[in-house]
């Protein structure tokens, strides 16, 4: 396989604090999307969604080509489970489930010819985008529109909420909540994501590869509109940014920019030829 494109960007323009990473080689291609930390707290001087991002992506480095989903998964749990013991994490997460280092998954398997997709990155393929979005994100993203819409009529003003988010504020503890219905297939608002413990295989989409397929493009959901150009995917951000930067209208999202920042999330675009 060969990289065409590989971009990555935190919103703060701090590589080291970027929740979004990466990986390539002749088996396996992969874009983990660490979970916004919604506590403050820091885990080995790292946000929660790094320090699952990187565990991920060290352990996919390591697995043989033939590795299947339910393999790659069990390797990961069991490298985030040495880690949450060695730091001590277990009965904190047990106690918040919010602290649990989680992150979301994107991986294309060449044995396979198959990308398994894991919580909300995206892929697009053959024209065709791949996307794995959750109702309750759009409940928590709806909630944090309708208060801005009140704080707004109240006399806030866009550029006082861009540098204080008090939407974000309201729906963090609708987003802590989320944290008890991860890998919960059962419930109605239970979505999968890869923290360390059991993942139902059965709620992670399987895409076949069609062998004609010379392209991949994964990508992680802090792009809005997912392009086969990397070009005209950033232009298509920096218009939301420009028109809605707050993201409350024209793209709901749980967060906005803050002013300072280079973008409502941290991003990667990895673009892949597999012929």
Known sequence: ?????NFSEGKLGNPEKCEDLSFCNDH???VVDGATNVTGKLIHGKAPGR???????ETIETLLPQTNLEGMLQAINKNMQQAFNEYDLIQEIEKERWMAPSASLIVYSRFFHEVWQIGDCQLLMNGKLYKNEKEIDSISANARSMYLEAEIKKGKTIEELLIHDTGWEYIQPLIQQQYYLQNDSANQYGFAVVNGYP???SAVKVINV???TEELILASDGYPLL??????TEVCLRKIL???PLCFRQ????KGLIQGNRSFDDRLYLKIQIM
């Open 242 to 244: 420009q028109d809605d």
């Open 28 to 30: 396996f291609a992969m």
């Open 210 to 212: 069609p062998a004609e």
């Open 1 to 5: 396989m060969k990289v065409l494109v």
């Open 199 to 201: 993942v139902d295989p």
């Open 51 to 57: 320090f699952a991002a990187e565990i991920i992506k």
């Open 251 to 254: 793209y709901k999202s749980s």
């Open 227 to 232: 392009t086969s150009t990397f070009e005209e």
